[in-house]
């Protein structure tokens, strides 16, 4: 997997990045497809100057309903549709999104013409596709807001063929089976156990893109032990009380929160847009003071999980 920042600032966008949308391409499955994490104003555009194709769009996931993370969509959908593009797509999000979608499609005489779902999500498991389980957490924001982890599945090991051979079992169709780990009979009726034969399976990846929030206990069980975890860092350190009034962190809240909950990295994101890249390298340099393994998200920067 990996994730490629098509906006990281918070609130309005600057001259130099865009509102927030975060794209994930799923190197796990079979069309490689993506997944849009929030889809601030002119994610469009964002998509255009960037290598990802609207056409391998399959799910977009909104974190909460602030007009910097939604105001993107009604423009992304359509001129997805006016493409020409008719794979499916599924937008999840809070309670609402559904009549925002629909009544921004409706009032400006806005049709899509792909099969469009909209699933309003609680906390807990949101979906799983048989490659990756996402399910979502409450963050501690000023509206209903969620965190999402996307924990990939464990992948089996690999079918030792030569022990196979050696307690003669042929190949045949069934070894696909096998390498699934389940428990077959060969047409002489014997009953060979699958799992039996596979070496060590391999951990999936996993990681959390935090929505908005200041700091909050869940996040230690959100970011528990994340290859890569994706937190907001609004402010500076010495504006806490701005930050936490608002519903946001700052560079020290977002490094600790990582540091206590064991993830392995950290790409700090959600920038006022008060700062320049320049004044950037001072946020980074808070969080990297708690957190040492923590990167900035610049827009159209790529990061593998």
């Not at 964002?46 to 939604?70: N, V």
């Not at 949101?126 to 992948?155: F, I, L, S």
């Not at 700091?215 to 959100?222: A, C, G, I, M, N």
């Not at 808070?286 to 159209?300: G, Q, S």
Request: aromatic share 8%; net charge neutral.
């Amino acid at each position: 997997m990996h994730l490629t920042f098509l906006g990281t600032c918070a609130g309005t966008p600057s001259l130099q990045r865009n509102v927030t949308a975060i794209a994930l391409t799923l190197c796990n499955s079979r069309s490689g497809g993506t997944w849009l994490f929030d889809c601030g104003e002119g994610t469009q555009h964002q998509f255009m100057r960037s290598p990802l194709k609207p056409g391998r769009l399959e799910k977009i996931f909104i974190t909460h309903l602030h007009g910097d993370h939604i105001f993107g969509l009604p423009g992304l959908l359509t001129s997805r549709s006016m493409g020409g593009i008719t794979e499916p797509l599924t937008v999840y999000g809070p309670k609402g999104i559904r009549a925002f979608i629909e009544t921004s499609l409706t009032l400006s005489s806005s049709f899509v013409t792909f099969p469009l779902e909209i699933v309003e999500i609680a906390a807990g498991e949101v979906c799983d596709d048989g490659k990756n389980r996402v399910t979502a957490w409450p963050m501690n924001h000023v509206v209903e807001c969620y965190g999402y982890r996307v924990q990939a599945h464990d992948k089996p090991g690999y079918l030792d063929g030569e022990r196979l051979k050696a307690d003669g079992v042929p190949r045949g169709p069934w070894f696909q089976q096998l390498k699934r780990g389940e428990t077959v009979t060969l047409p002489d009726g014997r009953v060979v156990d699958g799992s039996a034969y596979l070496g060590p399976s391999t951990k999936g990846k996993s990681l959390a893109i935090f929505g908005d929030t200041a700091p909050t206990p869940v996040s230690d069980l959100l970011a528990d032990g994340v290859d890569l975890m994706v937190h907001e860092t609004t402010l500076e350190a010495a504006m806490a009380e701005k930050a936490n009034g608002r519903g946001h962190s700052t560079t020290v809240q977002a490094a600790t929160a990582a540091r206590l909950a064991g993830a392995k990295r950290l790409i700090a994101t959600h920038f006022s847009s008060r700062y320049s890249f320049a004044e950037c390298e001072k946020l980074l340099a808070e969080c990297r003071a708690i957190f040492p393994n923590t990167e900035l998200a610049r827009d159209f920067a790529v990061f593998e999980v």
